[in-house]
């Protein structure tokens, strides 16, 4: 559900800040007081273009933030994780979208930056909104299709076949990977062998690139290292006056120094693990000497290693485990291509199964829905007697396309004579919006979008009819939010929460407000749209509330 709306520096907004209600919600005020920036509010965060002439005078820039309280929804999960944003926190989504009067114009997520087209893909899953206004899912064909197949319970249906197809569509790529003319087989061929044979050839080991680089460097350097060890050996035991030959004099006079006084003994041990030390690192450098190699062949060899191992990583890496896997698929490339036939049989045979079973899910599912088509019609047609159209008639034409997939559209004749036109061809945005509260309290219980909001869809209603539409708006609340503006006193009385939006006079500038009513507040505002403030007008807003 959306939970707060808040807006900042729109139209007559100064600052306001909109606690919406699970259930039903009902928006109310005279004309002009700002009921319509709610819902121009509201399409802001949801993708659509803003208009920088709506940023409130004397204001630089203007905010909209929704804050949606969306559990544990995997769709909308995913959109988030594939558009690179941050996941929701306690199941809430955050967005925001602030544009100024210099022209820049910045929307976020959860306080991620995301684009426009990310807020449209997600008010498609969150809000759905009826009246003159966008985000009217019912009229496009696919969404009309999903209405249908979720009013005969044929999603897993149609999940089934959506698989098949995908594996059907896989094969067909694999089959057209092989299927190239003779010349293009021929270079295929020749790359993918000089590939498999030049990686094979080299006989590469997972991690022996790092060995090889400090071997090479310690073969390019052998001789100075040898020179160094050298150095440091003479200087440690081999050079008159080395450490080992004075340590050995300090030895003799410490010995002497013990002998004299008993009380040296720890100077004499502590002479002895130094010399001990200085043989220990003696030893050390002697073996380290003999394992330096001054060999030209090896330098060579190494080298020639390294230049290899560079070279297959700039065609194939960037690092040695890349070009070993990148050799173990040119590989099977290889293989399968030399085995085009053998694997052109079995592709086809993998081929001709698929496309039965397309066939077959798919003549299911048409079946299934054409069963199902008289059955939604006559309940959406009863729904349309209901809110005035006595005589209306309401139909879906379905038909297959060259793939084997269906596509649905619906078909409204308003009056009794009168051909069934498609919906979207409906020009009366009355006789639109009283058709999706046809289909919506229909489908209700299978539609998944969470948020409704109907703007006037009481245009040109009155009368008893005004009365059963307030009654399929508490009928759509029982699963979904609802949040609707309406002039009409029997729709807003079957609010659970009524909002009305007003005008007042600042420091000599006008501000839209709103406010939830009380039960006290919620009868005087009826009895304003009734007509007056009167106790005539009161007593049957009281009734209307009972």
Same mark, same amino acid.
């Given at each position: ?64 933030e929704a804050v949606f ?40 997520? =959860? ?22 206004? $966008? ?25 089934? !076949?959506?698989?098949?197809? *995908? ?29 498999? =044979?030049?990686? +094979? ?13 400090? =071997?090479?460097?310690?073969? +390019? ?5 040898? $020179? ?13 006056? +080395? ?10 006079s410490l010995l002497e120094?013990? *002998? ?30 003999? *394992? ?52 052109? $049989? ?29 059955? !939604? ?16 008639? !309401? ?14 559209? !619906? ?12 919906? *979207? ?104 749209m009734l007509g007056g ?14």
């Amino acid at each position: 559900m959306l939970s707060t709306l808040r807006i900042k520096n729109l139209a007559l907004v100064n600052d306001l800040t909109l606690h919406l209600q699970p259930g039903y919600n009902v928006i109310t005020g005279e004309t002009g007081a700002g009921k319509s920036i709610i819902i121009g509010a509201l399409n802001l965060v949801l993708g659509q273009r803003a208009d920088r002439d709506a940023i409130r005078a004397g204001s630089d820039q203007c905010s909209v933030e929704a804050v949606f309280e969306i559990g544990k929804r995997k769709s909308i999960d995913a959109l988030l994780e594939q558009n690179g944003v941050e996941s929701c926190a306690d199941g809430q989504l955050i967005i925001k979208r602030t544009f100024s009067a210099a022209g820049s114009n910045r929307q976020f997520i =959860n306080g991620s930056p995301t684009t426009l087209q990310t807020l449209a893909a997600l008010g498609e899953q969150l809000v759905d909104m009826h009246g003159p206004h $966008e985000h009217q899912s019912l009229l496009r064909q696919r969404s009309q299709l999903d209405a249908l197949d979720g009013f005969a319970a044929l999603l897993p249906l149609r999940k089934e !076949f959506a698989s098949a197809v *995908r594996l059907c569509r896989a094969i067909e790529a694999d089959k057209a990977a092989l299927i190239v003319d003779e010349q293009t087989y021929a270079q295929q061929l020749d790359l993918l062998r000089f590939q498999t =044979n030049e990686i +094979s050839a080299a006989r590469l080991q997972r991690g022996e690139e790092t060995e090889v680089e400090q =071997n090479f460097q310690r073969a +390019s350097n052998a001789a100075r290292l040898l $020179e160094l060890t050298q150095t440091a050996l003479g200087v440690l035991s081999e050079a008159d006056g +080395s450490m080992l030959n004075q340590s050995a004099e300090i030895g003799r006079s410490l010995l002497e120094l013990q *002998r004299i006084d008993a009380s040296a003994n720890d100077v004499v041990t502590a002479h002895e693990q130094v010399t001990s030390s200085l043989r220990e690192l003696q030893s050390a450098l002697s073996h380290y000497s003999e *394992r330096i190699d001054v060999d030209p062949a090896r330098l060579r060899e190494l080298e020639t290693r390294v230049d290899l191992l560079h070279s297959l990583k700039r065609k194939y890496g960037p690092r040695l485990d890349d070009v070993i896997s990148f050799g173990e698929t040119a590989k099977q490339k290889l293989q399968n291509l030399e085995q085009r036939d053998v694997e052109l $049989e079995r592709l086809n045979t993998q081929l001709s199964k698929a496309q039965k079973e397309v066939a077959r899910v798919g003549r299911e599912l048409t079946s299934q829905r054409k069963k199902a088509i008289p059955k !939604f019609s006559k309940a959406v047609t009863k729904q349309l007697n209901d809110l005035g159209f006595a005589q209306s008639h !309401f139909d879906v034409s379905l038909a297959s396309t060259s793939e084997g997939e269906d596509s649905a559209e !619906f078909q409204f004749a308003p009056n009794p004579g009168e051909p069934a036109r498609p919906l *979207r061809a409906i020009a009366s945005s009355g006789e639109l919006s009283r058709v999706m509260l046809a289909l919506k309290t229909v489908l209700a219980s299978e539609d998944q979008i969470p948020v409704l909001v109907f703007d006037e869809i009481d245009a040109n209603v009155g009368g008893e009819t005004a009365g059963v539409v307030g009654e399929k708006m508490l009928q759509i609340a029982r699963t979904h939010q609802v949040i609707c503006i309406t002039h009409l006193p029997p729709v807003a009385a079957t609010a659970s929460a009524h909002f009305v939006v007003s005008k007042r006079q600042h420091d000599g500038r006008t501000i839209s407000e709103i406010q939830l009513l009380e039960r006290a507040q919620r009868v005087n505002e009826i009895a304003r749209m009734l007509g007056g403030q009167t106790e005539a007008a009161r007593k049957p807003a009281r009734a209307l509330l009972r």
